[in-house]
């Protein structure tokens, strides 16, 4: 029985005319994508049409899935909306905090001592609003999602790149930031810019070596990291019918790593079939029922060139596996043409650790089909000569592999199964070396492979391929060898030579477990307690921002005149301060120290006009904010480029920063800056940026009549008495405008929630 099988009734119910509503509006046959984005506009009914990487459009997703490490600072600002339960059913994930270091049940204690007090309140605040918990060990987001939550024709936001994985079960899953997930837990509408499609045709069958690992492969050589920017990458085809679920739901993940919005392929019997063997045949029934729906219109898969933006055709039958790297997923290079490649590269030939699973890669199909090659080795007398480690993406396929012999089949070659969580995939591994300065290959059945991505070693050249490539690979320890041609010596000095991979879709006695690790949230909540330390330097509640003063905002201090590049790293630096992100004011110490003060070109160095002595930028923001000071941050174009971090937003809001005026800004942030509460205004006139001086003091004028389309007046008042007065732009719409006035938008959900 499925979870939410009312939400999903109801999502179907509705299809159909919403479909029609769409075919009318744009007057064309769909396709898949078109249809469900058509269908979950927050307005209902299409009216209209929208135009492709143009439009931007409000959606209303079907739910929200978190991992541990976004959702802190994503449920802390929900609290803050004052809502009873969040608006669509949700989940939060325990699978980046846990790093692998020997083995699954050590590095799951160790990670259960050193995270305590984040799954603590991740646990309390997901069963006091109604949010499903899958605690640590339970499993990667995107496998569990898929397992438990995916269906076809759905559509769904997730606080993780590769959310697209459950693309594979037919639903368009999108990976976005924290602020994100709390609108749409909060009940507000998701605003995306309506995506360009890319149609995938795939024809054939694949056999032998090549996996559904080796079609994306292809695809990321074919359009590279960027190809798939503002685009959904739509497969169809009979080659498409002839992949397993969880094959298109690897296509789908990796689909991330050419800058896809996410990719999804059409409802089918694989999908019915992998619904049914995950205790969803209620699910498959109503798919079945509106499966007309769960797809283009025949009209664009018999002329496909007429619909997509763009269209890419792979013949499956002639696709070879593929090995794509170092150090970007992009270079694709097939089997035949590896070794040579490696050669002329001057790529380290020898193999020392070979991984396999992850969400990308660790159905029951991939790894019986590792396991094939591992019991070949075992049977041909092969020693294994790299590093092979395993790891499941859920505790369903863990413990089923385990019960089947799989797990055990890995041991005998000396695989280690790590914990069903991210580890080496997110670069949470304490890999042992002795020696972290020489070039090192390792190669994985991961989705990404820059740079330091899997172990922090900018000297490890990180491949990518499938699970059976990758563990031929991890048998030969050299990455010139060609399982599909070449042979190895055993034991007994005989060259041998390994056969095809076999694998199992679905597991004889079917999928089991002893304890998912899933826990629903209480049906009443009412006494359940959030549980924050107050002593805690990675968690900390938030206070609601300060509404707006009701006049106009006088003697604003300059707090930095950016210069150039002002990316959100530069406004809120990742690496070593993630472990804060859960804690605004010790994350809010990272304030624009990447910045460049225009007036002295260097980094994290601005005056503080109260002292005339230079201080970092958080320490000055912070004297402003202590004197009861308003600060302004003044910075070039498209400020704020990067991610979606909410933290660049949250930070300058809680250190007392009031508006943002820039020559331009990156869409995303100037939006996060307003759903703090904050002024996102640019120069009217360019050149007035000029006009800033390090000694400035500003008033912003015209907030009492602020309205759509009506530019605000800025006055500097400068030290040596003078004035420059003039107008600033903005893009502020009327519920954006009560945001401001609130002091947050999530300041006035919880005001209208209270009336
Ligand atoms: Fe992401 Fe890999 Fe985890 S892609 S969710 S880091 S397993």
Redesign the pocket.
Known sequence: MAFDIDMIKAVYAGLGEKIAAARQAVGRPLTQTEKILYAHLYNGSATQAYERGKSYVDFAPDRVAM?DATAQMALLQFMQAGKPKVAVPSSVHC??LIQARVGANQDLSEAYAENKEVYDFLASVSNKYGIGFWKPGAG???TVVQENYAFPGGMMIGT???TPNAGGVGMIAIGVGGADAVDVMAGMAWELKFPKVIGVKLTGKMSGWTAPKDVILKVAGILTVKGGTGAIVEYFGEGANSISCSGKSTIC?MGAEIGATTSVFGYDDKMREYLIHTDRADVAELADQVAEHLRADDEVYANPESFYDQLIEIDLSTLEPHVNGPFTPDAAWPISEFAAAVREHNWPSKLEVGLIG???NSSYEDLTRAASLAQQAIDKGLTVNAEYTI?PGSEVVRYTAERDGILNTFAEIGGVVLANA?GP??GQWARHTDDPRRKNSIITS???NFAKRNDGNPNTHAFVASPEIVTAFAIAGDLTFNPLTDTLPNKNGEQVKLDEPTGIQFPEKGFSVEDAGYIAPAADSSAVEVIVDPNSDRLQLLEGFAPWSGTNLTGLRLLIKAQGKCTTDHISMAGPWLKYRGHLDNISNNMLIGAINAYNSEANNVKNQLTGAYGEVPAVARAYKAAGIGSVVVGDENYGEGSSREHAAMEPRHLGVLAVLVKSFARIHETNLKKQGMLALTFANKEDYDLVQEDDTFDILGLTEFAPGKPLQVVLHHADGTTHTFDVNHTYNEGQIAWFKAGSALNLIRLQEQT
């Open positions: 991992q699978d980046h990667i987001i995107h993780d790149s590769h993940n992850s969400c990308t790891t991210c995939c997110i991961f989705n990404r």
